[in-house]
C-alpha cells in the first residue's frame, strides 16, 4: 500500500518540517495489521516528495478479525489472500494518522506559518479502491478543489475480458494547507473502500466531525460519504448528518443562510439589495466592459442583470461555496437555457483568496458583498489574487458602511449586519485599504456612495471602483 505527496512549494523540503520527518532518514513504526515506513523518493529544493509504505500481514489481520464478524466483507478480508495489503483502505488512514498526527492537525514547530498556508500539493495513491469505479472518486475529491486524475487498469492484461479492476491509481493535485489533504485522505480513502477493519462505534461520529467538521456539511456527496465512513450504520448516519446540517459551529453554511434572511431583513426596508446591483451593472457599462467575473456571486442575482444585458458577452460566476452555486444554477434555469445565452455564461467553484487562472482575461471583476466574510489576514491573498494576478482593468468592490449601522433600529450596537461577517469597516478603513491595494497593485481607485446617505454617517453601502 502506497502513497505519495510532493510539493513544489519553494524549498520543497520544508515539507520535513511540516511533517516532521527528517528527509535524509527512512522511518519505520508498527501499526495495526503491519509496519509503515516513511521515507522521502526526492528531496530537493524544487521539488519533495514523502511516500507512505504500509507492508501489511493478511494473515495476521484475518487472525485479529477473529470470530465476530459473519458477513462476508469487502476485498476478501476474511481470507487469507485479500486486498488489504496493496489497497488503500481504512489501514492506511490509521497510519496517515500514526505517522503525521501534528501536520494533519495543522501543527508545526518549526514552520507554523507555512502549515497554515495554501501550498501547491500532489498526492498519488497507488490502487485506490471504488465501488463506485471512477466517477465515484472525481465526486468525493473534486468538490474539495482537487484537480482529479484517475487511472484504471484492466485486472489482468491477459484476460481483458475479466474488464477493469475495482482499484484506481489516482492522482489528487490542488493548492491547500497540508493539514486539509491529509484530513481530506483520511476520512474519504476509508469512505471509498466497503470495509474498515475495526468496530464503528460512536466514538467514530465524533472523530469524523472533528475531522471534517469544516468542508463535510457543504460537500455535495456528503449523506454518502457519512453513511460508507459510518459504515452503513444507520443510526449513527442519521446523527452524524443532523450534527452536520444543524450545529452552528460545524455547519458555516447554515450560519449563512440563517444570516442572509437577518440581512435581508434589515436591508430591505432601503430596496438596497436593488440599488447595489444597478449600481454595479452601471459602473461596469460605463467602464465599457463586455465581458464580467461575479465573484462570490452566491445565487446569482447580479448575473442575473447581466444575462439580461447582451451586451456582456461572457459571464463568469465563481463561489467557495457549491450549495450556493447549485442554488445559483436552478434560479437561472442553467439546464434550459438557449444553447446561446448558455454559452455566454459558466459557474465555477474555487476560492478567490488563491491565484487562479479562470480569473484572468475578464474586462471586469465584481465583488458585491464579499470582502467582509473574508478572514482580515486573508484580504491580503485576496488583493493579491483579484488585482495582483488576475488583474481586470476594472474591480468592483462593495461592503456595508460600518458607520450606518446605528440607524438600522433593530440592530444592536456593536452588531453585524450579518453573523457570517468578520469586519464592517467605516468609510475610512474601507478607503484605507482600497487605496493602499490600488496603490501596491497599479490601480487608482475612486468611492461612490449606495443607497440614501445620511448626512453624518453616509451611505448604507460604499463602493470601491478600481482601474488600471
Ligand atoms: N455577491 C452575492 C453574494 C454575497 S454573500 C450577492 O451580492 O448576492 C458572500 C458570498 O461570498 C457567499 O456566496 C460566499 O459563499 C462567498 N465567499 C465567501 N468567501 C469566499 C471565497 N474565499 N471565495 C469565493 N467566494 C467566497
Redesign the pocket.
Known amino acids: 500500500m502506497f502513497l505519495t505527496v510532493t510539493t513544489t512549494h519553494l524549498p520543497a523540503t520544508d515539507l520535513g518540517f511540516l511533517l516532521h520527518k527528517n528527509p535524509a532518514r527512512v522511518n519505520t513504526f508498527d501499526v495495526f495489521g503491519g509496519v509503515a515506513h516513511v521515507f522521502y523518493p526526492e528531496a530537493t529544493a524544487e521539488r519533495c516528495t514523502v511516500a507512505l509504505l504500509l507492508e501489511i500481514d493478511p494473515i495476521d489481520l484475518v487472525r485479529r478479525r477473529g470470530r465476530g464478524s459473519r458477513t462476508p466483507a469487502a476485498g476478501g478480508v476474511d481470507h487469507y489472500v485479500n486486498d488489504r495489503p496493496y489497497a488503500a483502505t481504512s489501514l492506511l488512514s490509521v497510519a496517515l494518522g500514526k505517522a503525521f498526527a501534528s501536520a494533519r492537525s495543522g501543527r508545526s514547530t518549526d514552520r507554523p506559518e507555512l502549515a497554515a498556508q495554501a501550498i501547491p500539493l500532489e498526492a498519488t495513491i497507488a490502487a485506490l479502491p471504488s465501488e463506485g469505479g471512477k466517477d465515484l472518486v472525481h465526486r468525493l475529491f473534486e468538490p474539495l478543489g482537487y484537480t482529479v486524475d484517475v487511472a484504471s487498469e484492466l485486472l489482468d492484461s491477459s484476460f481483458p475480458a475479466w474488464g477493469l479492476s475495482r482499484y484506481h491509481r489516482t492522482t489528487l493535485r490542488g493548492t491547500l494547507r497540508l493539514a486539509d489533504l491529509l484530513t481530506h485522505l483520511t476520512v474519504l480513502i476509508p469512505a471509498l473502500d466497503g470495509e474498515k477493519h475495526y468496530w464503528v462505534g460512536d466514538a467514530e461520529v465524533d472523530k469524523l466531525l472533528q475531522r471534517a467538521g469544516e468542508w463535510l456539511g457543504t460537500h455535495p456527496e456528503r449523506e454518502l460519504i457519512v453513511r460508507r465512513y459510518l459504515r452503513d450504520q444507520r443510526g449513527l448516519t442519521r446523527e452524524a448528518l443532523r450534527r452536520l446540517t444543524e450545529e452552528d459551529d460545524i455547519d458555516p453554511e447554515a450560519r449563512?443562510n440563517r444570516g442572509?434572511a437577518l440581512e435581508a431583513g434589515l436591508e430591505r426596508p432601503l430596496n438596497l439589495?436593488q440599488q447595489?446591483?444597478q449600481a454595479v451593472v452601471e459602473t461596469i457599462r460605463q467602464a465599457g466592459a463586455s465581458t464580467v467575473a461575479?465573484?462570490?456571486?452566491?445565487?446569482g442575482?447580479?448575473i442575473e442583470l447581466l444575462l439580461a444585458d447582451p451586451r456582456f458577452t461572457r459571464i463568469l460566476g465563481?463561489?467557495?461555496?457549491v450549495r450556493?452555486l447549485e442554488r445559483a444554477a436552478r434560479k437561472l434555469h442553467l439546464n434550459s437555457l438557449a444553447p446561446r445565452q448558455r454559452e455566454r455564461l459558466s459557474l465555477v467553484h474555487?476560492?478567490?483568496?488563491y491565484r487562479d487562472e479562470r480569473l484572468t482575461g475578464w474586462d471586469a471583476a465584481v465583488?458585491?458583498?464579499?470582502i467582509e466574510?473574508?478572514d482580515l489576514d486573508?484580504l491580503e491573498a485576496?488583493s493579491a489574487s483579484v488585482l495582483g494576478h488576475a488583474r481586470p482593468s476594472t474591480v468592483v468592490v462593495t461592503t456595508p458602511n460600518a458607520e450606518y449601522n446605528q440607524l438600522f433600529p433593530t440592530l444592536g450596537p456593536r452588531r453585524t449586519r450579518h453573523p457570517d461577517h468578520r469586519f464592517e469597516w467605516t468609510r475610512s478603513e474601507f478607503h484605507a485599504w482600497a487605496e493602499s491595494a490600488a496603490s501596491r497593485f497599479g490601480y487608482s481607485v475612486s468611492f461612490r456612495p449606495i443607497g440614501d446617505a445620511d448626512d453624518r454617517l453616509g451611505p448604507p453601502t460604499q463602493m470601491a471602483v478600481f482601474q488600471r
Open positions: 449563512v442572509d439589495n447595489r446591483l461575479d465573484l462570490g456571486c452566491g445565487e442575482h447580479l465563481v463561489d467557495v461555496s450556493a474555487g476560492s478567490l483568496t465583488a458585491v458583498e464579499v466574510h473574508l486573508r485576496f
